[in-house]
């Protein structure tokens, strides 16, 4: 590999470390929980993964109102369906 491809390496691999660490190098946030104990907390919990499709603009409209009224989009979509489901 060329001395240019290796660089462009290393600088994808550089951004994609910053993106997995919220964008600060050696940031002072705590590690987010491994996947692991992630899905034995959300068993706890009684979360079952739902997997769907749906329209990107959809997508979108619902990331903006969970950003908006600051709450989780796990937390917005649950409601949206149990009031959907109750009329």
Do not use: Y
Not at 4 to 14: C, E, F, I, N, R
Not at 28 to 36: I, L, M, N, V
């Amino acid at each position: 590999m060329k001395k240019t491809g290796l660089a462009k390496s290393d600088a994808k691999k550089l951004m994609n470390q910053m993106g997995a660490r919220g964008g600060a190098i050696g940031g002072g946030e705590a590690p987010a929980p491994d996947k692991r104990e992630q899905r034995e907390r959300d068993r706890a919990a009684g979360l079952v993964p739902f997997a769907v499709k749906l329209n990107g603009d959809l997508v979108k409209e619902l990331q903006s109102r969970a950003a908006d009224e600051g709450r989780d989009m796990n937390e917005l979509v649950a409601e949206l369906l149990k009031k959907g489901m109750a009329g």
